[in-house]
C-alpha cells in the first residue's frame, strides 16, 4: 500500500481509532475567518490531543517535521524549528498572526498532501491552533539551543524562551493596495510583460506562462535543504495553495513566501508604480490556466 492510499485512508477517517477528519470539498485558505477566542488551559489540553491525533505522524510529535509518514511524503511536513512559514497575511517581518494559523489548519493543502480539518468544530481548531503554538515555541527553543551548544557558548533557557517569544510576536497586518483604475485587459498585457522581463523575476522560476519551468526551477531548495519546485500557477487556484484572488496575489507578492526562494517585494506597494505593477501580475496570473 502506497503512502498516498494510507494517508487517504487516514483523512477518510478509515485507518483504525486514530482517525482524523477532512472538510469536504476546497477551502479558500484566505477565505476562512473567525472570531478569535480566548486561549485557556482546558484548551490545550484539546489541543494536545489532536495535534497527536492530526498533526503528529507528519510534524512529529516535537514539531520538527520527522513524524512517522514524514519520509513517504512528496512534500515534506514543515520542520517548526526554524520559524518559517509560508501562510500569513501579516508583513515578512512578523509571525503569521493566530487566525492564520486556524485558516491553516481550517483550509489545509489537500492537493500538497497536508489535510484540511474544516469539519472539526471551530473551537477544536482553536485549541489546536493554540497547542501548535506550543509545539513550535518548543521547536524554535531547540533549535537554538542546539546552535548554541554548537558553537560553544553558555545556554540561559530563559534568555532562549525570551527571544523565541520575541519572534512569534504577530506582525502587522498587510495592507493589499487598492487595484489602480483602468482596463483589465490592459492590465494583463502589462502583467504579462511585467512577469516575464519586469524587476519581480518571477518568470525565471514559474515559467513565462507560470507552468513552474523557468531557469531557475531545476536547482531551487527551501530553507531546509529540500528541492523545491516553483509553483505551476497555470493548473488553477487549487493548486495555487495561497492565491485564489488578485487580492492574494497582490499579497503573496508583497510577503513573500517564508522559506522558499519567493522573495518578498513588500517596498513595491509603496509607491504608484509598484501597486500598478503587482496589480498587473495579479490580473496575469488570474488569467492563467482559464483557457
Not at 49 to 56: I, S, W
Not at 213 to 236: C, H, L, V, Y
Request: net charge neutral.
Amino acid at each position: 500500500m502506497s503512502c498516498c492510499t494510507i494517508l487517504s485512508l487516514i483523512v477518510l477517517g478509515t485507518a483504525g481509532p486514530s482517525t482524523s477528519v477532512q472538510a469536504e470539498g476546497p477551502i479558500h485558505w484566505s477565505a476562512v475567518t473567525a472570531t478569535p477566542i480566548p486561549e485557556s488551559a482546558d484548551l490545550l489540553t484539546i489541543g494536545k490531543r489532536l495535534y497527536g491525533l492530526q498533526c503528529a505522524r507528519c510534524h512529529g510529535q516535537e514539531g520538527r517535521g520527522n513524524g512517522p509518514y514524514a519520509n513517504d511524503l512528496s512534500n515534506k511536513p514543515r520542520d517548526f524549528g526554524k520559524g518559517y512559514f509560508k501562510a500569513r497575511t501579516t508583513i515578512p517581518k512578523g509571525f503569521p498572526s493566530d487566525l492564520d494559523f486556524f485558516r491553516t489548519i481550517t483550509a489545509g493543502f489537500p492537493a500538497y498532501e497536508m489535510p484540511a480539518l474544516g469539519q472539526l468544530p471551530e473551537r477544536d481548531r482553536w485549541a489546536l491552533t493554540f497547542y501548535t503554538k506550543t509545539v513550535i515555541a518548543s521547536a524554535m527553543e531547540a533549535v537554538i539551543t542546539e546552535k548554541l551548544e554548537k558553537d560553544g557558548e553558555e545556554v540561559n533557557a530563559a534568555e532562549v524562551k525570551d527571544i523565541v517569544s520575541a519572534r512569534m510576536s504577530p506582525g502587522d497586518l498587510v495592507k493589499v493596495p487598492r487595484e489602480p483604475a483602468g482596463s483589465r485587459e490592459a492590465s494583463i498585457r502589462r502583467g504579462q510583460m511585467t512577469f516575464i522581463k519586469g524587476d519581480y523575476r518571477c518568470a525565471n522560476c514559474h515559467g513565462p506562462q507560470g507552468k513552474g519551468d523557468g531557469p531557475n526551477a531545476a536547482n531551487m531548495k527551501d530553507e531546509w535543504g529540500f528541492q523545491i519546485t516553483p509553483r505551476d500557477i497555470s493548473q488553477g487556484i487549487e493548486f495555487r495553495k495561497l492565491v485564489y484572488t488578485p487580492e492574494d496575489m497582490v499579497r503573496v507578492i508583497l510577503t513573500g513566501i517564508p522559506g522558499t526562494p519567493m522573495p518578498a517585494f513588500d517596498l513595491a506597494g509603496t509607491f504608484p508604480e509598484g501597486i500598478r505593477e503587482i496589480w498587473d501580475i495579479a490580473r496575469y496570473v488570474e488569467s492563467l490556466g482559464k483557457d
